[in-house]
């Protein structure tokens, strides 16, 4: 489990490309020695990126963004083999 604040301080400099406000991560692996020489591993984790207010001045030819995240999860999978040799 790990928490970290916002990288952006105001919604005007946040970009709808990575909306991320604070984040709460909740993580759960593990790891199996098949053998010796080889390790097999999984885990999963889940990132809670926050609200994620977006507050953007588009110009003359593009408008404004204006907008929050109100549903803002990342799934992370990953799956690893370690070979010892």
Same mark, same amino acid.
């Given at each position: 489990?790990?928490? !970290?604040?916002?990288?952006?301080?105001?919604?005007? !400099?946040?970009?709808?490309?990575?909306?991320? !406000?604070?984040?709460?991560?909740?993580?759960?692996?593990?790891?199996?020695?098949?053998?010796?020489?080889?390790?097999?591993?999984?885990?999963?984790?889940?990132?809670?990126?926050?609200?994620?207010?977006?507050?953007?001045?588009g110009?003359?030819?593009?408008g404004?963004?204006k907008?929050?995240? !109100?549903?803002?999860?990342?799934?992370l999978f990953?799956?690893?083999i370690?070979?010892?040799?």
């Amino acid at each position: 489990m790990a928490y !970290d604040t916002s990288p952006i301080k105001h919604a005007r !400099d946040r970009s709808p490309v990575l909306p991320l !406000d604070r984040q709460i991560r909740y993580a759960l692996g593990l790891q199996y020695d098949l053998n010796e020489n080889i390790t097999l591993g999984c885990a999963y984790e889940i990132l809670d990126a926050g609200k994620a207010r977006v507050d953007k001045e588009g110009g003359t030819f593009r408008g404004n963004l204006k907008g929050e995240y !109100d549903t803002n999860y990342i799934n992370l999978f990953n799956m690893n083999i370690i070979w010892k040799f």
